[in-house]
């Protein structure tokens, strides 16, 4: 069975990954979720193919797969496998680097492997020794962050109730420059929150983001292939940063938070054990107090300088400015178009493009706006509406004919204000009740014709009389006029209105004397 080729998307963020910030083929592959392998086949077309970041950042989707897989791949020759071991003798002498041993390997083997790939399967080689590397931060590089196993509180101000909420922490790698701050879970809004509200506080972003293997960060946990949250994977994309999450029961990769927190439960937590906060806002005012001594108290293993003044001397002017714009939080999801030309969305339904229907769209809902992709394409947008088992529709999005109801409808509604307040709500009922638009335009034409025989009036009463009786069709409210049962009086669940019911087939007291 042929491999499924890798989405558009993530090929992009692949080549922006390597080539808009620099990381190595390792980082960018932990980043995305693939394998060092894809990212370096990806990389190698991308050049094939005589590629920029410019060029791929405006191309559409469909065109950019065009280039990229049009010819489809080239059957690649035997290339001769570099010496590890030589490789590895030759790099303790002095002055000799890979750079070097590569040009070397090179001239022996002119069609051999390109520097990325060389150095790549010496360092697999090399990692195969379980030795320890200490890890040594450079200015503005990494960020790492995560969450405290130990909870602040605050209490319910009516009821009196505990509730335990979440501490975020996050560091940056060569100034140990901390910050922190409370949050009501650890959902990704609330995730998404803190680390907007870090990077402002540190004025600034760095090149990665080290998270742990949280829900929050990463949908699929593995050591080598992890797959990045979507909308945590959006925020990297807006400030021009990666995540490149820590590896599964490897602490060593995310020693600096662990420090972190260990330090925010020391100097923030203990110092409020004895305090109560009623709001989380009055919890994050305290944690903030006692976050700005931390930064400021002298380190003893940094000979008495202080995180803010390494933050001032190392990595302040290291990272990256911030964009102009604020991240705003979106959650990302699936949805299908139904035949009726609507997608559903937290039990409310939006309408796409007729033509789209039966296709599975990529959804991306923020707090104000829905928005549906097709393969890359923005192909509808609305503004958010929570109001359940209720239609959103762009008249634009229909087709000619089924506008041509939704116009009938209106002049169905304009006759029913004439009639009066349950007219129009049985009408408005009747809509919303039929998915199927030309079902509740029949429906409600049906009640405008019965209406316009029986005159406004009873018509009016009748409606009042169906809406009582949960009435979702013109049918009841001609049975009544019919019958003439429209001022009949409701007594508990009988009505009467002081006559027996006239029918032929109904006998009376009278048969039987």
Known sequence: MAKERLPMRKTKEILRLRWAQGLSVRETARSVGVSTGVVDKTTCRARAAKLTWEAIETTPEPELEAKLYGLGSQPGAVRAEPDPI???R???RPGVTLDLLHLEYLEAHPDGYRYTAFCERYRRWRDQKPVWMRQNHKAGEATFVDYSGKKPRIVDPTTGEIIEVELFVGVLGASSYTYAEATRSQRIEDWLGSHTRMVEYFLGVSTT????QLKSAVTSSCRYEPGINRSYAQWARHYGTAIVPARPRKPRDKAKVEVAVQVAQRWILARMRNETFFSLDALNGRIRELLEELNARPMRSYGGVSRRELFERLDRDALKP??????????????KVNRDYHFEINKHWYSAPYALAGERLETRVTATTVEAFLRGQRV??????DTPYRHTTDPGHMPERHRHHVDGIDA????????????TALVNAIVNANVVREQGYRSARGLQRIGEKYGAARTEAACERALMFGARSYKPVERILRLGRENAVMTGTHEHDGSGIQHENVRGPGYYH
């Open 322 to 335: 911030l964009p102009d714009t604020r991240f705003e939080i979106a959650e990302w999801g699936e949805a």
């Open 86 to 88: 030589y490789i590895h």
């Open 412 to 423: 169905v509604l304009r006759w029913a204000a004439g009639v009066g307040p349950s007219a």
């Open 90 to 92: 030759e790099l303790s």
């Open 380 to 385: 509808c947008g609305h503004m958010r509406d």
């Open 209 to 212: 983001y080290v998270p742990d």
